[in-house]
């Protein structure tokens, strides 16, 4: 079936440091791929997606590739600030079996000023 | 576009009792999802719906779980017979499908369920 594996966490940085979650996923065909975000209080936001192999979803300073040789879809920040403490969530999509959303566990980062 | 809203925000009950979640999605999605979320965890599919047709139901989804989308607009999820294991938030989302393809999910705030 489908699955999402993410690095644990919690992830602990000071501000202006680079950010990488990894992420890998398990899937049969080409899945689409998301990276949700959830801030302290509020409700999952999409931060970013990639549909088909080697698309790059940008957003907010995020960025992500979808490759399907390392079935990976990391996340990664060059310079995080406070603000972006949240809970980050990986996750994807895939048409022809289901169509359902699986989820990752989620990694918690927390930036220090 | 007013958001996926979701009622109530807080739900205390106790075991054996039953419960009903209200979700209202943007207006002009037609998919309808529930999942549930525990603390620590990322969010599990619950059910899905397609304008009113519920298409898709998780092993999750245990015989006391009921959900409905009679008029393709709102959702709600009853939980009967209330167990301590329930206790989650329960999210609800809503995305506009065209063809083949997943549009992003939009998630309301959730509604968090303790069972006492």
């Known amino acids: 079936g489908n699955s999402v594996t993410q690095m644990e966490g919690p992830v602990t940085l000071s501000e202006e440091a680079f950010l990488t979650i990894n992420c890998t996923y398990t899937?049969?065909?080409?899945?689409?791929l998301f990276w949700y975000v959830q801030y302290p209080g509020e409700g999952l936001q999409l931060l970013l997606k990639?549909?088909?192999?080697?698309d790059k979803g940008s957003n907010k300073g995020f960025e992500a590739t979808y490759r399907k040789e390392t079935t990976s879809f990391h996340l990664e920040k060059g310079s995080v600030q406070v603000s972006d403490s949240a809970v980050y969530f990986c996750?994807?999509?895939?048409?022809?079996?289901?169509?359902?959303?699986?989820f990752g566990p989620g990694t918690r980062l927390s930036v220090l000023p | 576009d007013t958001g996926v809203s979701q009622n109530p925000r807080h739900k205390i009950t106790k075991r054996g009792q039953n419960v009903t979640f209200r979700c209202d999605p943007i207006?002009?999605?037609?998919?309808l999802y529930w999942y549930r979320q525990t603390l620590g965890q990322g969010p599990e599919f619950l059910t899905y719906?397609?304008?009113?047709?519920?298409?898709?139901k998780s092993r999750l989804l245990s015989d006391r779980f009921s959900a409905e989308r009679p008029k393709g607009s709102f959702s709600t999820l009853e939980i009967q017979r209330t167990e301590q294991g329930d206790s989650a938030m329960y999210l609800c989302?809503?995305?506009?499908?065209?063809?083949?393809?997943?549009?992003?999910?939009?998630f309301g705030n959730g509604t968090r369920l303790t069972v006492t």
């Open positions: 989302a809503s995305s506009l499908a065209r063809g083949q393809g997943n549009s992003p999910l939009h």
């Open positions: 899937a049969t065909g080409y899945p689409s």
């Open positions: 990639a549909t088909k192999a080697d």
């Open positions: 996750a994807l999509t895939n048409y022809n079996y289901g169509q359902n959303f699986v």
């Open positions: 207006s002009e999605h037609n998919r």
């Open positions: 719906f397609q304008n009113e047709a519920q298409l898709e």
